[in-house]
């Protein structure tokens, strides 16, 4: 497998995408680099109304869908090609970074630019996603689930999120509720996708580039217990009915799973809450969250079954009752071999040190594997950190990226048959 | 030991005393039957401005000193005579029940009014302590402390509550900031206070009254762990700096320390919060508290060194940094044998069945304790159910304790040696 040879296009432009990231950035800046951009907040709308921007500038088009994924149009000279697809997501956690998600989005915006003087035969879509990060929203890729026809819109619309919102109403909020089609009825040719790491692995080796291979499994549940509140001074453990009890034993339990599961295994307790929350008060309720990922599908479901083995026992042990919802459940994804494998050869191709990994976060290209090939390239994450507003990449590797990722598009949109 | 023969007195009036319970509880009702009125809080003035209105009706003077501590008082015939006092707290937690302070205080002021057409010898003194449960303010049991000379004025004025305000800010707020003296400087003969169990014991055994013989010792932490935010399905294990593990870790070392110090060792961890409290974000703060009692100094304080060891394992186990505050430490303490005998003779007199216990909650009458003779009789709690606005009190059990403090307090206040 070798990178076709492409026509020659134009540099896209790395200190615009710079430039572009500090406006993303300003909305709302988390010191010492990061931002927030809660999905379909003030602030996700001011992201989108300069992506909305830039292109338009950049003369692309711009439609948007029922559930508020922007895309960007630069039109191709043979309008009966499906187009390729690149980018990513605007939205952030609360305690965002620079880059995540924001770096896809600018690069293939870039990319596009890049070669609107001399279109290509398939045309370049430049998307954002609505609610990748699944921080004010579960599910996370909501945005792209619905695309894929993996949820229905009307579903996703009634979706409330952690601050009571409805997902519609929000969405309705921002102006960015549209009429296109979603893209189960127009498939891209391909889908390639921009982002940070996010972990440690490429940063620990010294790495310019990954080329991801695919993405772990992802079980995502919140739990609540149900007690009795009283005297913390007054009540024999006999006869409490410890709803903190119960939620400190659950975590303790979904914490340790990794030492049955091995250390593929990642486990996170995100979230927990007593109630009433005061210190001589035994809690009469606790809700908490369990993210749990694997790269084996096998693995994940074992996890989770061990999982809700553990929900019943805390319930047990301390007398309380237990309810459980699953926030989110998706199976690891493998990325097109073909797609991966030409990744690789262009970071070889422009002399970059790279290696395959697989993605421990979740992403919009593995919703849109479902519909055609796709894959990701990822820039180093100095330190692993993410979902952090000191969330960092070397600028050299942005640049780097950013190359191999318009070395692949420009491919693609040539790929005429 | 027998109840000494002391003048007769018109019953109180019970009837009164559960319509101002009434009175209380509907500022800020919690159904079923509970309330709430925070320390210092616009429903605690409230239900203090209720107090002093009662107080002015029955002909009893007021002063309040620098904490807000409230006393009404009834003068004695014999004015070189330290007074007797009774009394407890209209403060409540956020779940607060009818009778857990509240009672204590409408009860005095009912053996006072029924006092009053033939005052004894020694005057009595009904107070209302300040911020006796420390859901607001740490530590518990503030304005009681700082009256027999604790704590200072200056430093108790700067303590900050959990919602960010000053104590003296909050106090001035509520216009009840004072200049009586402190009881360490004018202490009463002795003080006796009536207050629901809080507990199961009573009920269970089917016992009408409790002569209270001495509070458990507490040891209240808020602690806190400082790690790193990180993204849930990105980051190895091996490279987090989990602060909500090092928190779930903590509190399930500190709920287990009742299995290695025995059952009455009472833990409770009462309050959680991670930050930023996402499903998909390694925590990189988490903030708990943990409340230990046990009736022996001894053993309370192994296991609060066993506590101390714990939040060191945790933190070094998860790369995390700790700090740990200690919120509240009072020891153990004994009651007065004398007033304690006298209690149970007072309640066999009157044909109440009656048992001799220690208390699990911290109680005025604890800090009382350190200047006079101090006692404490005990209502019945029905199913044990405290700090939930479940708490109940069968009304025969709330006269028949009324009862025999009226018979306690008018036996003291005939005392002329």
Redesign the interface.
């Known amino acids: 497998m070798t990178t076709p040879l492409a026509a020659q296009m134009a540099a896209p432009n790395v200190e615009t995408l710079q430039v572009r990231l500090d406006a993303l950035c300003a909305i709302h800046p988390l010191p010492p680099k990061g931002a927030q951009r809660m999905a379909l907040s003030a602030d996700d709308k001011a992201g989108r109304d300069l992506f909305a921007g830039w292109a338009k500038a950049a003369g692309l088009s711009l439609t948007v869908d029922p559930v508020g994924n922007m895309y960007a149009h630069l039109p191709g000279t043979r309008p009966d090609l499906a187009p390729v697809m690149s980018g990513s997501h605007l939205d952030t956690?609360?305690?965002g970074g620079r880059y995540d998600g924001a770096l896809g989005v600018v690069a293939a915006l870039a990319v596009a630019e890049a070669m609107a003087a001399a279109p290509p035969p398939r045309g370049l879509v430049v998307a954002n996603f609505t609610n990748e990060?699944?921080?004010r929203f579960?599910p996370?890729m909501l945005g792209s689930l619905v695309a894929v026809g993996g949820l229905s819109i009307a579903d996703a619309l009634q979706i409330t999120a952690i601050d009571g919102a409805r997902l519609g109403d929000a969405l309705a909020a921002t102006r960015y509720a549209g009429d296109a089609p979603l893209l189960s009825e127009r498939a891209p040719h391909a889908f390639v996708e921009l982002h940070v790491?996010?972990?440690?692995v490429l940063d620990e080796a010294g790495l310019a580039l990954g080329a991801v291979t695919g993405v772990?499994g992802?079980a995502?549940r919140?739990i609540s217990f149900t007690g009795?509140?009283?005297?913390?001074?007054?009540?024999?453990?006999?006869?409490r009915r410890?709803a903190?009890?119960a939620?400190?034993?659950l975590?303790?339990a979904a914490?340790a799973l990794?030492e049955r599961f091995g250390?593929d295994l990642?486990?996170?307790?995100?979230?927990?809450?007593?109630t009433?929350?005061?210190?001589?008060?035994?809690?009469?309720a606790a809700t908490m969250?369990v993210?749990l990922?694997h790269p084996d599908a096998e693995t994940l479901n074992a996890a989770d079954d061990a999982l809700d083995a553990a929900i019943s026992a805390a319930a047990e042990a301390t007398g309380c009752t237990a309810t459980s919802q699953r926030?989110a459940r998706f199976d690891p994804v493998v990325f097109d071999q073909n797609l991966v494998a030409r990744i690789e050869t262009g970071a070889a191709a422009r002399g970059l040190t790279h290696r395959r990994l697989i993605?421990?976060?979740?992403h919009d290209a593995q919703m849109l594997a479902r519909i055609c090939p796709a894959a990701m390239i990822f820039a180093p994450s100095i330190g692993?950190?993410?979902?952090?507003p000191a969330e960092d990449t070397a600028p050299e590797h942005i640049a780097a990226a950013v190359t191999v990722l318009a070395d692949t598009l420009n491919a693609l949109c040539h790929e005429v048959t």
Chains 1, 2 share one sequence.
Do not use: F
């Open positions: 956690v609360a305690t990060e699944g921080a579960a996370d790491e996010q972990g440690p772990q992802i995502w919140s009795e509140a009283n005297h913390a001074g007054a009540t024999p453990h006999r006869l410890d903190g009890r939620a400190i034993t975590a303790h914490l990794p250390p990642l486990a996170t307790v995100g979230r927990m809450a007593l009433p929350d005061l210190i001589n008060v035994i809690p009469e969250t993210d990922r926030l993605s421990g976060a979740g692993g950190i993410s979902h952090n």
